[in-house]
């Protein structure tokens, strides 16, 4: 086996312009504090290769720091950076200069969040994507590869909150977090650190290929570009291994994972502790793994994923309960004024609220009611106004899926077709294999996926080679999350998709164990 490395900056040359392109089309997606952005750097994107080659099979594997590929369409522009063209411009152009076969060559998105463009112009990140794989191939050179996996569980949590009605809330920055009363528990995640390792013959490491399943919202304290902490995580890595090492960041079943310290509104965010603490646990892995001898396999398949044709009935149903949830806030007699002080008077002296307690007891000894009674109307007013107060909570909840939802009928309609044709990769290189989804997958996916691989380990490259958005199993979609609102794709997805890995995994040549 050899393998060869190289990295290029991607990163937008527009420093100062406005980050997004704010037209009468594209304003009402986007939020308006957002709309006199500037493109400002906080640390650069790259686009990395790594070549490998068996002597009977060449294949490139590249990483960019972007959000998505082939984005462009099927955002409606949101996601602008990547040209819907940009994997058959990118295949063709690779093959034209170094001969390598299109279905040789995979991109994975490390899905970074920062908002307005990020990268560079489309003709040139084909131009770029082609110099650095050139010289990845330049730089071959003799290697050993072995394989191995660590565990972080602290450093996510699953973002769906599976509620006692039955009904699913995902915690986003634009939705208030429900009652706690009224959660029942979380989903899982995907803790595994997955690990290539690929050593130079002189025991010299020359690649570390790590995959994870995360979500990249962290960033820095500006909100500007950057590659969260993935980029954090590869200089650790290249820093500590020494000898001109490259990391390559591969994102995992990630599509509900977040990081715990996400949500924390007391703190400044920055990848930087996030990052450090995953390249530990690479590192961990990369220590396990024994590089040897290794092949390449690599397997194929095209599946046409159904688009969803229920929108306009989950929309129906959203729109009657808003209309419920509008008629219940009848009769809330109190304003925020009034309300406040009363709710901290009962909940700070329950049995003497309004006055001291001395008083309340000489009321009850003269017989008189009228304190009691008073409490009585005050505190029918206050649940009044707090139960209001969680309709109104609930209801921007659901004009946010409303918003979203007629946000992908138009998509749907745009694309004018009832189905998306993907390709679905599975690579093996030594005992280690790769399979692909141009999706957001989610951590229940990616647990199932690696329980039916036959391989010792199995990397899961979700935003790989294309982007479909959200891919929620088929059983979560009546339970109304955001992964299965923010979903273009009908529930038979999941079938077609499994079908294809069993196909792969146990294809004629891949050398499944």
């Not at 072995?146 to 009904?167: E, H, I, Q």
């Not at 291994?241 to 990391?247: D, E, T, V």
């Not at 999941?494 to 792969?504: L, Q, T």
Request: aromatic letters at 8%.
């Amino acid at each position: 086996m050899k393998a060869g490395t190289s990295k290029i900056d991607i990163t937008c040359r527009d420093v100062g312009a406005p980050a997004y392109c704010v037209s009468d089309e594209t304003k009402e997606h986007i939020p308006k504090e957002l709309w006199d952005k500037k493109i400002t750097v906080d640390d650069p994107l790259y686009l990395k290769a790594l070549v490998l080659d068996d002597g009977q099979r060449k294949i490139a594997l590249i990483t960019m720091d972007v959000t998505a590929v082939g984005s462009r369409t099927i955002t409606q522009n949101l996601l602008n950076d990547s040209a819907d063209d940009f994997m058959p411009r990118l295949r063709k152009r690779l093959h034209a200069d170094h001969g390598l076969s299109p279905n040789c060559v995979t991109v994975c998105a490390s899905h970074t969040h920062p908002p307005g463009r990020l990268l560079c112009s489309d003709d040139e990140q084909i131009d770029l994507a082609a110099e650095a794989v050139g010289k990845a191939i330049e730089n071959l050179v003799p290697v050993k590869i072995g394989s191995a996996s660590a565990y972080n569980r602290s450093l996510t949590v699953n973002r769906t909150l599976m509620m006692k009605d039955g009904s699913d809330y995902t915690l986003r920055a634009c939705n208030p977090l429900p009652p706690d009363e009224e959660v029942e528990q979380l989903r899982p995640v995907d803790a595994e650190v997955g690990v290539l390792r690929v050593d130079r013959l002189d025991g010299s490491p020359l690649a570390v290929v790590y995959n994870f399943a995360s979500h990249l919202l962290i960033g820095t304290p500006g909100w500007n570009i950057t590659a969260d902490f993935p980029g954090v995580t590869s200089n650790f890595l290249e820093t500590m291994l020494g000898s001109n090492a490259m990391a390559f960041f591969i994102q995992g079943a990630g599509g509900d994972a977040q990081e715990a310290m996400e949500a924390d509104i007391e703190h400044p965010r920055w990848g930087r502790a996030f990052g450090v603490s995953l390249g530990e646990s690479v590192l961990e892995a990369f220590r396990k793994a024994h590089p040897g001898d290794a092949r390449i396999a690599l397997a194929t398949e095209t599946v046409d994923f159904p688009l969803r044709k229920d929108i306009p009935e989950v929309i129906a149903a959203l729109r009657k309960e808003q209309a419920a949830l509008m008629a219940s806030t009848r009769y809330t007699s109190l304003n925020f004024k009034a309300f406040l002080p009363l709710y901290l008077k009962y909940s700070l002296n329950p049995d003497a609220p309004l006055i001291h307690a001395y008083r309340y007891l000489h009321a009850q000894e003269c017989g008189n009611p009228g304190f009691q009674a008073l409490d009585e109307r005050n505190r029918l007013a206050v649940e009044k106004y707090l139960s209001s107060i969680r309709a109104m909570e609930r209801m921007a909840r659901n004009e946010e899926k409303i918003a979203t939802l007629l946000r992908h009928e138009e998509i749907i309609n745009t694309l004018g077709t009832d189905k998306l044709s993907a390709e679905i990769q599975g690579i093996r290189i030594g005992d280690c294999v790769l399979i692909t989804a141009p999706m957001e997958v989610l951590s229940e996916t990616g647990l199932q996926l690696k329980r039916i691989s036959p391989f010792p380990h199995t990397l899961i490259a979700s935003n790989t080679n294309g982007y479909f958005h959200y891919a929620p199993p088929a059983s979560y979609y009546a339970r109304g999350g955001y992964e299965s609102t923010e979903c273009l794709l009908a529930p038979e997805w999941e079938v077609a998709y499994f079908d294809a890995v069993e196909r792969i995994l146990h294809s004629e040549g891949f050398g499944n164990k």
